[in-house]
């Protein structure tokens, strides 16, 4: 598969709320996830360590709605935008976020992933 056809059902596992299923399916072993913020979670290495990272943010944020849109491609990477209305239960404020995601695809997986915010 092309990055525009691995980008484009990523994105739409995505978009029907199958993120476990869109890791599953594309997330190299040995993926590396970087994220915009300190703490233990900012690098994560592996495809266990990210489905922990992504558990974790599921069960201590309450979501309200949301959107997924892109993809966006360029040469071996894609971009994806994300929106989510959500409530963190660490402080009971409801927020709202605007994310980018760029995937580095190689081999047919997703070797890497950096959100920006």
Not at 55 to 76: L, R
């Amino acid at each position: 598969m092309t990055t525009a056809e691995i980008a484009k059902d990523f994105t739409e596992l995505l978009k029907q709320g199958d993120n476990g299923g869109a890791a599953e399916k594309y997330n190299a072993d040995d993926i590396t996830s970087y994220e915009a913020m300190e703490g233990p979670m900012a690098v994560c290495h592996g495809k266990a360590a990210l489905k922990e990272k992504s558990q974790w943010w599921q069960e201590n944020n309450e979501v309200h709605g949301g959107s997924v849109e892109g993809p966006y491609v360029n040469g071996d990477q894609f971009a994806v935008r994300f929106t989510f209305d959500i409530t963190p239960k660490a402080t009971g404020q409801r927020v709202a976020m605007d994310e980018v995601g760029l995937y580095t695809v190689k081999n047919g997986k997703i070797t890497e992933e950096r959100f920006y915010y």
